[in-house]
């Protein structure tokens, strides 16, 4: 069975690729053969010279947009994985914990997988956080949902996760072009597209058992608390002040252009 695992890993994130890479070697599928296609920014990883790592250059997009625009960046290299027969995607701060077998976690029957998001688990679906807004593409309806999943682990089948894939990427960009950012970017997109389907496995919390809560279950996968090795907000705030700088700007080239031709039609006119 050949697995691909996508991985973001760019800016802060690579602090956690060299734990993330030996945990799942070790205890992730073991008797799968796995390839791990590492979207970086940084020339020179560790283990990046194994023979199943295969880097893939990618700049830092920053907050929101290495989230928000994943669906973008695996469809544009979708070729590199279409032989393999499940793809998933991986967040960068997951460690696994536990021997994770193809029995429990592969989706035999079904075609996808997504697994329950820990803050949301055992919540009603009207109190679940669901994009509610009704002019995005993610709109959730109060009587639609039963479970809310994270968006740090999901995949499935190839030919199937790569259709979600291609869905989920337009969706995005026709929210984009009218100005609409789904609340929780691309996990309220993805609980939008899993709602009501009948061929996805629905994973519990384990597999996502976020660092430091004390939960009724033994976690499997752990999600990394980043606070512990950068400051988070800074690397949000951080993008958002280059954006409103690239804004400024842009507004200050257009009102110099805008001043030019002012001052080009007030000569014109001083002529006649």
Known sequence: MKIAILYICTGKYKVFWKEFYESFEEKFLPNCEKTYFVYTDTKKLIYGDRDNVCLISQKNLGWPDNTLLRFALFAREEARWQDYDY????????????????????PMEENLLAAEHASQHGRKPTDMTYDRNPASLAYVREDEGEYYCMGGLN???????????????????TDRAVGIVA????????????IGRKDVKILPPCYGYPEGWELPYEPKLLIRDKSKYFDVEAVKAGRSMGRVKLYLGRLKSKIAIRSRIKAIVNLFKKGE
């Open 183 to 194: 609340q929780w970017h691309d996990e309220s997109h993805l609980n939008r597209y899993l």
């Open 87 to 106: 793809t998933f995607f991986i967040n960068a701060n997951f460690y696994c914990l536990k021997t994770i077998t193809e029995e429990e976690f592969l």
């Open 155 to 173: 995949g499935g089948k190839t030919h199937a996760y790569m259709e979600m894939v291609h869905s989920l990427k337009k969706n995005v960009e």
